[in-house]
């Protein structure tokens, strides 16, 4: 599990491609503290395993799904990744839970700056947007950010300096494609509710819910 707080910005060193497969050479800094093999790093908001560590360099595979839920595969040599360890049990919660599973891909549609504030729209298919809320929560390439507009086909998020400073947002074009994780919550109140068990408004009044 991981918060959508970046930990720093890391170099695809390396892509070894495979027909429908792909091994990541990543160099870094900060996450090597205490990185091991088998350990989870979240890359550009996906989840992948650390299967080699040398020097400041680990490799990961990554398998044919992910390379079609994501935009990992349209990564090159010299690509910049969002990096994040997985959480701590002792460490602080500063975003919200992410799991990694990324649900779909969005385009960037507007980016404009607004006095301090930077505004990203993004472009994105039906069943990603059907999660989304207004100040809900949204992972953009693995960042913990607040929904603050919501339209039909397409939301944005309004961002302070130092996030794009810190991520690679602040390396983003219009029309480049970015990697979306709804909030897990969302996800499983729509499972329960749609359930045999038959969850709905008449269910809520009937045990004091509402």
């Not at 994105?124 to 913990?144: F, L, N, R, T």
């Not at 929904?147 to 961002?159: G, L, P, Q, T, Y």
């Given at each position: 599990?991981?918060?959508?707080?970046?930990?720093?910005?890391?170099?695809?060193r390396?892509?070894?491609?495979?027909?429908?497969?792909?091994?990541?050479?990543?160099?870094?800094?900060?996450?090597f503290?205490?990185?091991?093999?088998?350990?989870?790093?979240?890359?550009?908001?996906?989840?992948?395993?650390?299967?080699?560590?040398?020097?400041?360099?680990?490799?990961?595979?990554?398998?044919?799904?992910?390379?079609?839920?994501?935009?990992?595969?349209?990564?090159k040599?010299?690509?910049?990744?969002?990096l994040?360890?997985?959480?701590?049990?002792?460490?602080?919660?500063?975003?919200?839970?992410?799991?990694?599973?990324?649900?779909g891909?969005?385009?960037?549609?507007?980016?404009?700056?607004?006095?301090?504030?930077?505004?990203?729209?993004?472009?994105?298919?039906?069943?990603?947007?059907?999660?989304?809320?207004?100040?809900?929560?949204?992972?953009?390439?693995?960042?913990?950010?607040?929904?603050?507009?919501?339209?039909?086909?397409?939301?944005?998020?309004?961002?302070?300096?130092?996030?794009?400073?810190?991520?690679?947002?602040?390396?983003?074009?219009?029309?480049?494609?970015?990697?979306?994780?709804?909030?897990?919550?969302?996800?499983?109140?729509?499972?329960?509710?749609?359930?045999?068990?038959?969850?709905?408004?008449?269910?809520?009044?009937?045990?004091?819910?509402?």
């Amino acid at each position: 599990m991981f918060t959508g707080i970046i930990e720093e910005v890391g170099t695809i060193r390396a892509i070894e491609k495979g027909a429908k497969s792909a091994v990541l050479t990543i160099q870094a800094e900060v996450i090597f503290s205490d990185l091991k093999v088998g350990d989870s790093v979240s890359t550009n908001g996906v989840c992948l395993t650390v299967t080699s560590i040398q020097g400041n360099t680990y490799t990961a595979d990554v398998m044919n799904e992910t390379l079609l839920r994501s935009s990992l595969g349209n990564l090159k040599k010299g690509s910049h990744v969002n990096l994040e360890r997985a959480l701590a049990a002792n460490g602080r919660f500063g975003g919200h839970i992410v799991s990694g599973h990324v649900d779909g891909t969005g385009k960037i549609l507007h980016i404009k700056k607004e006095d301090n504030a930077i505004w990203y729209t993004i472009l994105c298919k039906p069943e990603v947007m059907h999660y989304i809320v207004e100040k809900g929560s949204i992972a953009i390439d693995g960042i913990s950010l607040t929904v603050a507009k919501v339209e039909r086909d397409h939301f944005s998020v309004s961002i302070i300096p130092h996030t794009a400073k810190e991520t690679t947002l602040s390396e983003r074009k219009i029309g480049d494609m970015v990697n979306l994780e709804n909030d897990i919550v969302g996800k499983y109140i729509k499972k329960f509710t749609e359930s045999s068990i038959g969850i709905d408004e008449g269910f809520l009044q009937q045990y004091g819910y509402i």
